[in-house]
């Protein structure tokens, strides 16, 4: 399985921004669903967008769709997860993984991820 490292987190105030990246260890990402995932204090992981291979399907979160935008770049190795108009419900540890298709992302492993704090 792929290698991923996650980052791009921080503080940010209700209703600004933020744009996470989760850059992949080698080439084999482009053959590859990948997906984003947080977990919130005291809360379960849950799942937050996913884009296939290519980039041209992708699935969000109910609570996050038409605020949170997910991308990536094969040529980089690198998705990316741009949030916008982010609430303090958002603050969560923000993982990416990755698996066959946009539906079987895998859920066996993780990083460290990279923390999302959203003031109100």
């Known amino acids: 399985q792929v290698q991923l490292v996650e980052s791009g987190g921080g503080l940010v105030q209700a209703g600004g921004s933020l744009r996470l990246s989760c850059a992949a260890s080698d080439r084999t990402f482009s053959m590859y669903a990948m997906g984003w995932f947080r977990q919130a204090p005291g809360k379960e992981r849950e799942f937050v967008a996913a884009i296939s291979w290519s980039g041209s399907s992708t699935r969000y979160a109910v609570s996050v769709k038409g605020r949170f935008t997910i991308s990536r770049d094969n040529a980089k190795n690198t998705m990316y997860l741009q949030m916008n108009s982010l609430k303090p419900e958002d603050t969560a540890v923000y993982y990416c993984?990755?698996?066959?298709?946009?539906?079987?992302?895998?859920?066996?492993?993780w990083g460290q991820g990279t923390q999302v704090t959203v003031a109100s």
């Open positions: 993984n990755s698996g066959p298709t946009l539906a079987t992302i895998s859920t066996d492993s």
